[in-house]
């Protein structure tokens, strides 16, 4: 296999770049935006002054349950995809980098540019409550795993969507059915099913670290488990990108 | 280029088989057909980053080298979003340079741009050859473009390979017949006027946008057309025979 990591790394360099200043960021700001003027409304709005528990709650409902999923869908159904449907992944493709290369340098921009999103989402609502009101005791600990939970969640939902997108051309509507139809609505249906979810063992994690909010009562698997199981989905989705990639006819 | 696994046969490119082969891509130049180009970058930018993923030792001077070969020195500061149809297959060829390819691959370089462009870059295209001493192999479905610049072409229809050989002898085949050509700008009821003056011209057709011209002579028609628009100060839009598609040159070949 022909290395060139200075060419990958410009590769790196040069997706991560397109894919965090274009019109999508706008979005991610107006997201942003709002996050803040909420947690300002409920700080001045509310009957208690808010504390670490709402810092938990606030991260549970907006990060975890929403921009968690959603971002590293938004990027990861269209970063690659994109590329092959607009024939500029050519480019690349006719470069003497191996396919399976190209495909970590796609997979490595990917995790930089929805972490970096993600990150900022989640910081937004706690900086605000911390600039508003001071920092609950506990606070930084909470934001600080949740940081760390948004990172481990934004790699394998983002691995997910991006081999998804190697295999349909309808990545995001794949998308749209794991998050609403199987995680929202038949992962609740009792009987265990609700235990084949990416969610599921980043809130059994979650409810294992944290300790305060509505998650913190989650009955999940065991945290060595949870991380087995996002390790092992991670990087079948690795290899079977990869696989994909290689064998792929660009027409 | 290692794109498309072949589904018959066997192919070699530069001694090697290129499918899952992407250390050849190392040896060839390839410029694409369409406009695929990061339009928020500098022509600059982009050849950098070209030249990193082939692994050029020496960026700055590489990108500035081929920026001079193809007289994009001055624009490769500014960004692809506002280069000309023709500035943008220079950057393209400029890229497919990049790597010092023993082969180079232009697949449609004229496509898209008027006659003036058209000219420029077969000027290019043939003093890559004949001064820099590059190896190329030049796709397009116009054969009029591909006379402009070899004299030896082999004819593809549907993945099969259908004449090769002297253009000459393709060409006079198909010049047998009278062919449809479409212009389309500003000004074209006042070239048509023009046009029906001249000998080659068997009809002229009003249409939406511009006009139909029907030719026996496409040689004497294309040669003579960027004079005629410049005396005319005709502004055109667009220029494409009906007749130049590979259907029509398989019907003329194959089936008559």
């Given at each position: 296999m022909m290395v060139n990591l200075k060419g990958w790394l410009a590769l790196v360099f040069f997706l991560s770049r397109r894919t965090l200043v274009n019109k999508k960021i706008f979005i991610v700001a107006a997201f942003a935006l709002i996050l803040s003027a909420i947690v300002t409304y409920f700080t001045f709005a509310g009957e208690t002054t808010p504390g670490i528990e709402d810092?938990?709650?606030?991260?549970?409902?907006?990060?975890?349950?929403?921009?968690?999923?959603?971002?590293?869908?938004?990027?990861?159904?269209?970063?690659?995809?994109?590329?092959?449907?607009?024939?500029?992944?050519?480019?690349?493709?006719?470069?003497?980098?191996?396919?399976?290369?190209?495909?970590?340098?796609?997979?490595?921009?990917?995790?930089?540019?929805v972490i970096v999103v993600?990150?900022?989402?989640?910081?937004?609502?706690?900086?605000?409550?911390?600039?508003?009101?001071?920092?609950?005791?506990?606070?930084?600990?909470?934001?600080?795993?949740?940081?760390?939970l948004v990172i481990i969640g934004s790699i394998v939902y983002s691995t997910l969507y991006l081999t998804v997108s190697l295999i349909t051309k309808r990545a995001i509507y794949f998308g749209l059915f794991y998050a609403f139809i199987w995680e929202g609505f038949?992962?609740?249906?009792?009987?265990?099913?609700?235990?084949?979810?990416?969610?599921?063992?980043?809130?059994?994690?979650?409810?294992?670290?944290?300790?305060h909010g509505g998650f913190a009562i989650y009955e999940g698997a065991e945290v060595e488990f949870s991380f087995l199981v996002l390790t092992t989905i991670t990087l079948i989705l690795i290899a079977l990108g990869t696989f994909l990639i290689y064998k792929k006819e660009i027409e | 280029m290692g794109l498309i696994k072949p589904r018959l046969g066997e192919i070699d490119v530069l001694g090697e088989n290129p499918w899952k082969n992407s250390g050849i891509n190392s040896k060839i130049g390839f410029c694409p057909d369409y406009d695929s180009l990061p339009l928020d970058s500098t022509g600059h930018d982009y050849l950098k980053l070209i030249a990193s993923l082939h692994g050029v030792k020496d960026r700055e001077f590489r990108v500035s080298e081929v920026t001079k070969t193809v007289e994009m020195s001055k624009d490769s500061s500014r960004k692809i979003g506002g280069y000309s149809k023709g500035m943008k297959q220079r950057i393209k060829i400029?890229?497919?340079?990049?790597?010092?390819?023993?082969?180079?691959?232009?697949?449609?370089?004229?496509?898209?741009t008027d006659p003036l462009v058209r000219r420029k870059l077969i000027e290019l295209i043939e003093s890559l050859h004949k001064d820099?001493?590059?190896?190329?192999?030049v796709s397009s479905h116009i054969l009029r473009e591909v006379e402009r610049m070899t004299r030896e072409i082999v004819l593809f229809y549907k993945g099969r390979?259908?004449?090769?050989?002297?253009?000459?002898?393709?060409?006079?085949l198909i010049n047998k017949h009278p062919h449809n050509i479409v212009i389309k700008g500003r000004g074209t009821k006042e070239l048509a006027k023009g046009l029906l003056d001249e000998s080659y011209v068997?009809?002229?057709?009003?249409?939406?946008?511009?006009?139909?011209?029907?030719?026996?002579?496409?040689?004497?028609?294309?040669?003579?057309?960027?004079?005629?628009?410049?005396?005319?100060?005709?502004?055109?839009d667009e220029m494409y025979s009906l007749d130049d598609s590979l259907d029509a040159v398989f019907e003329y070949l194959v089936e008559g």
């Open positions: 810092v938990a709650d606030l991260l549970d409902i907006f990060v975890m349950t929403f921009f968690l999923l959603f971002i590293p869908m938004i990027y990861g159904s269209s970063i690659l995809r994109s590329d092959i449907e607009d024939n500029s992944i050519i480019t690349i493709m006719t470069s003497p980098l191996d396919r399976r290369l190209i495909f970590f340098g796609y997979l490595v921009s990917l995790y930089f540019s993600m990150l900022v989402l989640t910081s937004v609502g706690p900086l605000t409550l911390f600039a508003l009101v001071g920092i609950p005791t506990g606070a930084i600990d909470v934001y600080l795993k949740a940081c760390v038949i992962s609740f249906i009792p009987g265990g099913i609700g235990n084949f979810t990416i969610r599921h063992y980043i809130r059994s994690i979650r409810s294992s670290w944290i300790e | 400029a890229s497919a340079l990049i790597p010092h390819p023993e082969m180079l691959i232009l697949d449609e370089p004229l496509a898209g820099s001493g590059y190896n190329i192999i390979a259908i004449a090769s050989g002297n253009i000459s002898e393709i060409r006079a068997i009809s002229v057709r009003l249409i939406d946008d511009g006009i139909s011209v029907e030719v026996n002579d496409p040689d004497g028609f294309f040669t003579s057309i960027p004079n005629i628009l410049a005396n005319m100060k005709v502004s055109i």
